[in-house]
């Protein structure tokens, strides 16, 4: 099975970069206006949907990255989500924080999943970080923070489900 990767650079109306545009589209922001990465794979080898993200995380950004995660989850049958925020800076709202448990159920989430945030080396906003954990728990979510990637990676490993094979040979 090959690996998915999305990637995304925050697109912005034109006119919010040129006032005088003659049309309201889409045009990717460039590096010095906005610019931020991010991805979202299914790591066969680890079974896992790894989020990784640098600079600012706005309202959209989160949405788009639990809709991209969910989708995999669920095509490749794993039970894990690993997000990597170490070179992020969340800008995501208590309000979008709140309400992203619902958006995620209605994006088809399983109750079942394990998300382990790898959370940024520059302590920003931290709280809201903590906030999110507790929306999540309060909403029957397994999600765990974590100072390090390393951690949260040790978790999602020692939390894995046993899966059994049919083809097993103590059931043969």
Known sequence: MGRAVTQ???????????????????RPIGKLLDYMPW???????????????SGEIHDEDARAQ???????????????ILVDYSDALSEVSLAELYWLPDYAAEAGAHWD????????????????????????KN?????KLFATKEAAEDWLAQTAPVREHAEHPAHA
């Open 8 to 26: 995304c650079v925050r697109a912005v109306p034109f006119r919010q970069i040129d006032p005088g545009a003659a049309s309201w589209g889409l």
């Open 39 to 53: 991805t979202v794979e299914y790591a066969p080898e680890r079974g896992l949907v790894l989020v990784t993200a």
């Open 66 to 80: 639990t809709v991209e995660a969910l989708h995999l989850l669920q095509h490749n049958q794993a039970t894990a």
């Open 113 to 136: 999943a394990r998300v382990a945030v790898g959370l940024p080396r520059i302590p920003y906003r931290l709280e809201s970080y903590q906030f999110f954990q507790l929306v999540c």
């Open 139 to 143: 909403a029957g979510c397994n999600v």
